[in-house]
């Protein structure tokens, strides 16, 4: 299938701990973006990466640090994990350029305890 | 500051209805309007894009228009179905591919 898919679907860990999720997209797309969506189902953009350089990085703590060894692939790396990051993180991917369809992977639910 | 306001936040029919989800928006500056399906548990599903060029997109019973000028954009839905219910969300786009979200409008078709 043709998608965008983020590993793991869930993830359940402790405050403190240092945890990564992973996205691939197979669209042949050179732009891929996170974004977390809060308990009050907002979604917000946390980084965006073309071609594997850093476009967007918004006001996210230093400790979420996001990783593109490739095109098709754009990880989150989340140290010293806190209460207040347990959210659903979301991938996307498009083409390059301000006019094109995003689309999004399922999701990863986060819960720290 | 740049936002994006979703009326009604929730909304009931019964089956059969055409209806209309609104979007406002604050930046006048915008690249694109977006229309967004979430099903519950799952991710987002592109519906439409509009550009801002363009005053309205259409897809089978979708249609969505943009006035940029009163910072506006509804989804019209027609002949509703129960398979149309889910969170409906706008978001628009800016420089470098951003995309600011509205909150959202939880539609609920009733057979």
Redesign the interface.
């Known amino acids: 299938d043709t998608a965008?898919s983020q590993t793991p679907k869930y993830l359940v860990t402790q405050m403190g701990n240092d945890k990564s999720i992973k996205c691939e997209q197979n669209l042949g797309h050179d732009?891929m973006?996170w974004?977390k969506q809060d308990s009050?189902?907002?979604?917000?953009?946390m980084f965006?990466y073309n071609n594997k350089e850093l476009?967007?990085n918004e006001t996210v703590p230093n400790r979420f640090s996001p990783k593109s060894p490739d095109k098709a692939h754009l990880n989150l790396h989340i140290n010293s994990l806190e209460l207040g990051d347990s959210a659903v993180y979301?991938c996307?991917s498009?083409l390059a350029?301000?006019?094109?369809?995003?689309?999004?992977?399922?999701?990863t639910r986060l819960l720290v305890l | 500051k740049q936002e994006v306001t979703q009326i009604p936040a929730a909304l009931s029919v019964p089956e059969g209805e055409n209806l209309v989800l609104n979007c406002s928006f604050t930046d006048s500056a915008i690249?694109?309007l977006?229309w967004?399906r979430q099903d519950p548990?799952?991710?987002?599903?592109?519906l439409l894009?509009i550009?801002s060029s363009q005053r309205e997109q259409t897809s089978g019973r979708l249609n969505a228009s943009l006035d940029k000028s009163s910072g506006r954009s509804t989804l019209y839905i027609a002949a509703s179905q129960p398979g149309d219910s889910a969170?409906y969300?706008c978001?628009h786009?800016?420089?470098?591919?951003?995309?600011?979200?509205g909150?959202?409008t939880e539609l609920s078709v009733k057979p």
């Open positions: 965008v732009t973006y974004y009050k189902k907002f979604l917000k953009i965006s476009i967007i979301f996307a498009s350029g301000v006019q094109e369809t995003q689309y999004f992977g399922p999701g | 690249y694109n977006q967004f548990g799952k991710g987002l599903t592109s894009l550009q969170t969300l978001a786009g800016n420089q470098g591919g951003k995309l600011i979200f909150q959202g």
